[in-house]
């Protein structure tokens, strides 16, 4: 199934918890592993920049922005805690957009 709904998140990382921030952030990790609980949670990726040291991005793919929408207030205070627990690893985080997959629309 393809996703039809992609949210891109761009993270600047501290240089010392680099390795905290590609355990949390994997395919695998904790916020992979909160968004598992829903069905229409279809993966994510953690790409990080080469030429940028501490650049990353997270694509996180869904069902549909409703689907998303729905999770995080359906699990606000798990959302919040471990986004609290998260903002000591970087030094900036952006949304840089919400996207849609163009076969899907």
């Not at 922005?65 to 805690?81: C, E, G, P, S």
């Amino acid at each position: 199934m393809s996703a039809h709904y992609l949210a891109l998140w761009e993270f600047q990382v501290r240089s010392e918890s680099v390795s905290a921030f590609e355990k949390i952030y994997s395919p695998d990790g904790d916020w992979a592993q909160l968004f598992r609980q829903s069905p229409d949670y279809l993966g994510t990726d953690l790409i990080r920049d080469l030429d940028h040291p501490g650049r990353y991005l997270t694509l996180d793919r869904w069902t549909s922005r409703a689907a998303l929408h729905h999770f995080k207030q359906a699990n606000r205070a798990a959302y919040q805690t471990l986004d609290q627990q998260c903002e000591p690893l970087t030094e900036r985080e952006l949304l840089l957009g919400d996207f849609e997959n163009v076969d899907a629309a």
